[in-house]
C-alpha cells in the first residue's frame, strides 16, 4: 500500500504507514481478552476492506465511522470483541493525533451529563483522590474538582488534553495508561466514561486500576450494552458498533471481567446523558442519512438544535469495589 496521510474535517490526523506492504499487513488477529480462548464464533461477519482513511480518521472522543470490520463471540466466556482489528500503533497514533472539536462543541451537555455521574459515585466515595482515564477535555474532572476532589487525568490526545488543562486546571497527562507513570499516592476512585471499550486489553487495564486503588477504593464504568433490548433490536445497525469500539460487553461478561481484576460490582443501572438535539441528529446520520438531515435541518429552524435533552442509548454505569489486590 502506497504511503498515505489520513484526514478529517473535525479530526485532524497524520499517518504514515508506507511500511504496509499490502491492506492486509494493517490488522492483526485477537484472542478472547477474557478467558484467553481462540474458539470464537462470527457474531456479524464484516471486511479488512473498508475505507482507511476515514477509518482511520474515525479514532477520535467523537468517532462515528459505522463498524465494517467483524465481530466474534466467545463460544467459552461470550465476549464480543472485533476480529481482526487494525493494528495497535495505528489506532493509538491515530488517537494521539486527533484533534476534536466536535466533542468539545457539547461540553455543556457533557459537564451536565457528568454532574449526575458523579452523584452516583458519591453514593459510594463522598471524595478524595480520583483518575479519570481517558478523560477527553476534562469535563469530568472539572465538575470533580469543584467538589473538592483532587484530580487527575491521562488522555492520549494532546488537543483534548491541552483543553482540559488549559480550561479547568484538572492536571490531566497526555498520554497513555502505559505511558504515564503510576500516580504517587493511591487513589480513592478510577473512572473510565467510555473507554474501556476502545482499550486493547481492558482485563489489563482494569488490573491497573486495581493497582492504582487503595483496599476499599471503586471504579467506574459505563459502556454500550450490547446485551440490551434496544441493542439487541437493532442488531447489526446497534448504533454503537462503531470502528472505535474494540470490545462489546454484556452485563455478565463485564461483571467476569471486573471480577478477574479483583473487582466486586456494587451497582450497575441503566447510564442517561444530556446533549444538544442537533448534535444527536449529527449523530444518527450515519445510520439514516436523510431523515437525519431532515430532522436537523427543522430542529435548527425552531432554534431547537442547541437545546438539551436527556437521552438513554442502551448504555450501562457500572461501580465496583476493590475486594483484593491482583
Known sequence: MQAQAARATNNVVSLDYSSATDSKS????????LCGSKSRKVKYQGTTDPDTEKLLS?????????????????????????????RRDLILKSYTEAEDPTYVSQ????????ERCLDAVEEFKKGGSILDIGAAAGFFLKVAKERGWKTYGIEPSKYLSDYGNKNYGVNITCGTLDSV????????CI??????????????VLRTCNSYLKEDGIVVI???????????????????????????????????????????VVSSKPHFQWLQLGYLT???????????????????????????????????RVIARKVRSV
Open 26 to 33: 494493517l490488522w492483526e488477529e485477537v484472542s478472547c481478552n
Open 58 to 86: 474515525s479514532y477520535s472522543a467523537s468517532g462515528n465511522f459505522v463498524s465494517k470490520e467483524t465481530l466474534v463471540e466467545c463460544v467459552d466466556c461470550g465476549l464480543i470483541y472485533t476480529s481482526p482489528r487494525l
Open 107 to 114: 461540553a455543556d451537555g457533557r459537564i451536565k451529563s457528568f
Open 181 to 188: 507513570p503510576a500516580p504517587a499516592e493511591k487513589l480513592d
Open 191 to 204: 473512572t473510565l466514561w467510555d473507554v474501556l471499550e476502545h482499550t486493547f486489553d481492558p482485563k489489563e
Open 222 to 264: 459505563n459502556y454500550p450494552n450490547i446485551g440490551n433490548l434496544m441493542a439487541k433490536m437493532a442488531g447489526r445497525n446497534y448504533w454503537f458498533i462503531l470502528s472505535v469500539h474494540l470490545y462489546y460487553f454484556v452485563p455478565k461478561t463485564i461483571k467476569a471481567m471486573l471480577e478477574t481484576a479483583g473487582f466486586e
Open 282 to 316: 449529527y449523530r444518527l446520520e450515519a445510520y439514516l442519512p436523510k431523515p437525519a438531515k431532515m430532522m436537523g435541518k427543522l430542529f435548527k429552524s425552531l432554534s431547537l438544535d442547541q437545546t438539551l435533552i436527556p437521552y438513554f442509548a442502551a448504555q450501562t
